[in-house]
């Protein structure tokens, strides 16, 4: 190591960045810092909860999980990085869509409108359920005062309703293992943001709330999501599926956190629902076309979003929204912003919004709500791992693009909530506390603990900083070809062999960021093999050097599974019954 290095590795990442007086752009230099006060591993309290349900994540999916177990007459403890209620995407949702039955929209005709905009990939037996159970739903929140409450306060009303039915509430708490004792999850480990402790949770069973996630985008309010969920479950041998499609909510390269500006369009053109291939199910253009770097134009001017676009493209028949307008800001008003600022958009009169310089975006590494997680073993909820249940967007069952439309998702999280807890209460019913021996305890804290406890090592930041230059440009993850894929993969291997390893927490809080960079590194890979292993285009899933659907080949989903060190990929035909 050279003695400019050795400078760098004397003074504190603080220190450094008042030195260089650049303040979080220093991030982008070298990430080796040192720490004067490592924090010792076997000196850690620990603080241990017994329960019959763990539910990890306290959005609406966990919400409702938690207070259906407890309805069954179990033990429930509710435990969430955040406050439940005003953490994860749940806060932000404006509109919820119920199934209602009529004349013209039968049970059949709503099956088959969304299995096909989801491109047949969609897990059928959950839309069975939602047109069962989501008006129960919507009903338990209006009594709630939910649906009524103004902005974001529908979020404190479940947190309201899980202190008033006895759950036990660990709040900001990070939960990073899960525990396994002969093949059955028996419980989870976490740590506090407040304290160096772990927190060692014993369960019968636990069922999987912690939403979905992305690269820390600076479009979507979602930083505190980064795939958490799967990233433990695949950890004890669970499968996880749907890595391959992305989101599409779009961004402008002048204004990439204009979340709200750039809905319109993408409601409008119908680029949620259908593939990229010219003549998709809705006919769309090829998403090379929506990106004009790619398409080989020079932008001719780079204007703000709010413009151009239809303001909404409408949910398969059915789903009828409620509480709130189609995609919009949270309230539920339908307001719409120009974009910060307040000014017009640089727009030429008369453009189309499909001719505006979109770049894909503003929820950079998500996927579509509830396109990919942890893959159902069956129609309750349950993972191929005893013990483990999920559900909301932490469960794979859309299929390959945002199948049910607006307002579709939180309704979907709220129904799947309910289902897993109460499955997963029954489940639980019929099992006998695990003993976990002290030694698998002190192992899952010394991997908790390991950033913690190093004296030098990479900046958890610097290193997510990495990985977003790897895997947000459009051409990997938005417009894929081999070998743009396996130039990221190369790269993304590294991070995972060389800095994921050598991490260091100068604090609990940077813990939390240590834990959270492993995990979006873990899902780079999976959304990288899955994007590389599907050797076709379809839904939000677009390879240029396959740009065709291939039915023949490709009516599967891709589950990824941990084989030793190996990240293993197999494909899962879709049942004859469900391919049309
Ligand atoms: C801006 C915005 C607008 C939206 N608008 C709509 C809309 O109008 N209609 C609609 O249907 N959908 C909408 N959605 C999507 C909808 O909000 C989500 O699909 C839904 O809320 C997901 O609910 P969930 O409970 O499954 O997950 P989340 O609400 O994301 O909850 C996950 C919870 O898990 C916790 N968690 C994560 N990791 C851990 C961990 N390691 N340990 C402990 N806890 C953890 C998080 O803190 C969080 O509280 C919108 C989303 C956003 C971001």
Known sequence: MDSSNNELLNCNRRD????????AAALTLPGLIRNASAASVSNMNQEIVETDVLIIGGGVAGTFAALKAKKEGVDVTLADKGTVGKSGMSPWFGAYSVFEESSSVTRES???????????LVYRDYLDMFMDDSNDRYQELVSWGAVEADKLGHGPKFREQVQKN???LIERTMITELLEKDGKVVGAVGFPMEE??????????????????????????????????DTMAYRVGAEISGKEFVDFHWTHWENPADVWGNWGRMWGEGLHYSTFR???????????????????????????GGGGGKKSGGSPKGGQPKGGSKGSPPGGKGKRSAGPGGKGPRI????????????GGSTAGAGPHKCEGIFPKDARCSSNVPGLFAAGDALCTAGASYSGGVGSSSSGSAVQGGRAGMYAAEYAKKMKSAQISNVKIAEAKKRIFEPRSRSKGYSPQWVTQVMQGIMIPYYVTYVKKQDRLEAALANIEFLRDHFAPNLMAVDTHDLRRAQETKNMILNAEMKLRASLFRTESRGAHYREDFPEKDD???????????DGDRMKLTKKPVPNEWRS
């Open 196 to 229: 160096d402790k772990a927190i060692v949770i014993k369960a019968k069973a636990v069922v999987l709330c912690s939403g979905s996630g992305a690269f820390k985008p600076s479009g979507f309010p979602i930083s505190p999501l980064t795939h958490d969920g």
């Open 166 to 168: 006895g759950i036990r």
């Open 110 to 120: 709503y099956i088959e409108t969304v299995s096909k905009a989801g491109e047949y």
């Open 348 to 359: 030429p009169p008369g453009t189309r919004s499909l001719d505006l310089p979109v770049v």
């Open 552 to 562: 023949k080949n490709w009516l599967a989903w891709v589950l990824i599974s941990q």
């Open 278 to 304: 010219p003549g998709g199910n809705s006919g769309p253009p090829p998403v090379g076309q929506s990106l004009q770097a790619h398409s080989g134009e020079v932008p001719l001017f780079m204007g703000r």
């Open 16 to 23: 450094f960045l008042k030195v260089a007086g650049i303040g």
